[in-house]
Nanobody
């Protein structure tokens, strides 16, 4: 069992930056992928960024060039550096850790990001 806890959300003005953290209670070394999702009010949860065990990354088109995902296996942590934030980035951000034995992965409780115009 792996528990994930997100932090780093908050209120920021458009153009500002935030760094989200996701810390796991157990080892993430064997995870096949770690992901950040977000869900805005009235909208479906969407995949924002993915980092796989090799370190390769992928991003949604809406955040490409502005967000950077990274992981630190030694600290059992994953991060999302968010720059040039826009009001449309406002959402609850969730981290997700996928393992070979648990394809749907584990989820954190979410952290609110609000970007004011």
């Amino acid at each position: 069992q792996v528990q994930l806890v997100e932090s780093g959300g908050g209120l920021v003005q458009a153009g500002g930056s935030l760094r989200l953290s996701c810390v796991a209670s157990g080892s993430i070394f064997r995870s096949s992928a770690m992901k950040w999702y977000r869900q805005a009010p009235g909208k479906q949860r969407e995949l924002v960024a993915t980092i796989i065990s090799s370190g390769s990354t992928a991003y949604a088109d809406s955040v490409k060039g502005r967000f950077t995902i990274s992981r630190d296996n030694a600290k059992n942590a994953m991060y999302l550096q968010m720059n040039s934030l826009k009001p449309e980035d406002t959402a609850v951000y969730y981290c997700n850790a996928v393992f070979p034995t648990r394809p749907l992965g584990y989820w954190g409780q979410g952290t609110q990001v609000t970007v004011s115009s």
